[in-house]
């Protein structure tokens, strides 16, 4: 054999040992499900019995919402004027249909990939490295839930037609479906249909047949109460104009109200109102605060929330484990805080003269972090008290903003119109019976 004859000889076998390396070391190092979750203390499966965190010693300070300086006079003025001319709005608005759909998506990293997909994707790669110029983007985002509603509303009466395609609840919560002998399967796309109604943002209604009956999301099934989430809040296209299930005057009165100013933004004079509230559940405290931006031309409309839930309790220690994955260490606990932020951006159309909606709304989170990670050089009570974004490291903040989100929502309107002559509504009144 010639020496011409051998070099591509040894090419070839050093090749297919390399690919037979790249082999067994994706079979030990690939983990049987990818994640976008970092594994850190707060993402372990705890015991049950190592869960029931203690009381914390002392209220934290950021709950004591009385410690915060009341409104200035320039300040009180400027809400009082906002919310007349929400009240005035409200009066061109007597009943409408919209037509609208949300779509539920989450990162496609995040759900398992076919291990042999992977392999002939990598093995592609080292033959023929990609460059920035061949190398396609893939879209990042999976669908996991669509459904597509009808509402309408009459005053204070609300009907809503929901049809749903989903492996997912809208909250992002699995959907189980039961095989005969009894195990329970998630990922299964299902079809749903389901219609409701609502008399004064009181009791909710579910058509069975052609009969109203009262609306209960927990299902007696024998001793065990079982949680059937058909109905949620989103199904309204008027939660997506302030993540909130109720109009602007009762969101304003049930949070304090702790900036609200008048901002430049890209030539334009925007309203600026930022908001708290305050949550005590069993051992855990938490303070939300709301940044809202007003839309330049409606001055009453959102086009942007940032929603921060700083977070404080007590959480188990962890000690580190040669094999398998780090334990709580039992009764022994640290304080702790931390935020999350969440954000919603919209954009409105008039659809009918003076009365704006919501055409597009995308909710996403942004990211969290514990406040001793953001602020390594203070002290607990060093720490801000309102969590906002004028408060938070810019490169941290900047950051998260930049990367992918693992899920988000997207609320899309199909068709609206406003004070309809013959707006056709189901048979319902306060007095009828309902079996």
Same mark, same amino acid.
């Given at each position: 054999m010639s020496t011409k004859h051998k070099k591509p000889l040894i090419s070839k076998v050093v090749l297919l040992f390399l690919l037979f390396f790249c082999v067994i070391c994706f079979i030990l190092l690939y983990p049987t499900e990818k994640t976008t979750q970092v594994h850190t203390p707060y993402n372990i499966a705890w015991n049950d019995a190592l869960t029931a965190r203690p009381h914390l010693s002392e209220t934290p300070q950021f709950m004591k919402i009385e410690e915060f300086p009341p409104l200035s006079t320039q300040q009180t003025q400027l809400l009082d004027q906002l919310l007349t001319e929400y009240d005035k709005y409200t009066t061109k608005v007597r009943n409408g249909e919209i037509e609208?759909?949300?779509?539920?998506?989450?990162?496609?990293?995040?759900?398992?990939?076919?291990?042999?997909?992977?392999?002939?994707?990598?093995?592609?790669?080292?033959?023929?490295?990609?460059?920035?110029?061949?190398?396609?983007?893939?879209?990042?985002?999976?669908?996991?839930?669509?459904?597509?509603?009808?509402?309408?509303?009459?005053?204070?009466?609300?009907?809503?037609?929901?049809?749903?395609?989903?492996?997912?609840?809208?909250?992002?919560?699995?959907?189980?479906?039961?095989?005969?002998?009894?195990?329970?399967?998630?990922?299964?796309w299902r079809r749903t249909h389901h219609q409701f109604l609502r008399h004064g943002k009181q009791t909710l209604y579910i058509r069975d047949g052609a009969v109203w009956k009262q609306y209960n999301k927990w299902k007696n099934s024998l001793s065990i109460m079982t949680h059937v989430p058909h109905f949620d809040e989103r199904y309204n296209p008027y939660w997506w104009l302030l993540g909130y299930p109720a109009d602007f005057t009762t969101?304003?009165?049930?949070?304090?109200?702790?900036?609200?100013?008048?901002?430049?933004?890209?030539?334009?004079?925007?309203?600026?109102?930022?908001?708290?509230?305050?949550?005590?559940?069993?051992?855990?405290?938490?303070? +939300?605060?709301?940044?809202? /931006?007003?839309?330049?031309? &409606?001055?009453?409309? $959102?086009?942007?929330? @940032?929603?921060? #839930?700083? =977070?404080?309790?007590?959480?188990?220690?962890?000690?580190?484990?040669?094999?398998?994955?780090?334990?709580?260490?039992?009764?022994?606990?640290?304080?702790?805080?931390? +935020?999350?932020?969440?954000? /919603?951006?919209?954009?409105? &159309?008039?659809?009918? $003269?003076?009365?704006? @909606?919501?055409? #597009?709304? =995308?909710?996403?989170?942004?990211?969290?972090?514990?406040?001793?990670?953001?602020?390594?050089?203070?002290?607990?009570?060093?720490?801000?008290?309102i969590m906002s974004e004028a408060s938070l490291p810019s490169d941290w903040f900047n950051e998260k903003i930049e990367n992918p989100p693992h899920w988000k929502r997207i609320m899309k309107v199909k068709r609206a119109a406003f004070n309809l002559p013959d707006l056709q509504m189901p048979d319902f009144s306060p007095k009828s019976k309902h079996r």
């Open positions: 609208f759909s949300v779509t539920l998506y989450i990162k496609s990293s995040s759900v398992p990939v076919n291990f042999f997909v992977e392999l002939w994707e990598a093995t592609k790669n080292l033959l023929n490295p990609p460059n920035e110029m061949t190398t396609e983007k893939h879209e990042e985002y999976i669908v996991i839930g669509e459904w597509d509603i009808t509402y309408r509303f009459d005053h204070d009466i609300e009907f809503f037609d929901i049809k749903a395609y989903k492996k997912r609840e809208m909250d992002k919560r699995m959907i189980l479906t039961y095989t005969q002998d009894g195990h329970a399967q998630s990922d299964i969101f304003i009165g049930s949070h304090k109200t702790t900036d609200i100013k008048t901002v430049e933004n890209d030539g334009n004079t925007q309203v600026y109102l930022q908001l708290y509230h305050t949550e005590h559940v069993k051992t855990t405290y938490r303070a +939300i605060t709301l940044e809202l /931006l007003m839309h330049p031309q &409606t001055g009453i409309h $959102p086009i942007r929330i @940032l929603i921060g #839930t700083r =977070t404080a309790a007590m959480e188990p220690e962890i000690k580190e484990e040669w094999l398998g994955p780090p334990k709580p260490v039992k009764g022994k606990y640290f304080y702790t805080e931390s +935020i999350n932020f969440q954000n /919603l951006t919209s954009e409105l &159309t008039q659809y009918d $003269p003076g009365i704006w @909606l919501p055409e #597009t709304v =995308t909710e996403q989170p942004i990211g969290g972090e514990t406040l001793s990670r953001l602020y390594p050089d203070l002290s607990r009570n060093e720490y801000p008290m």
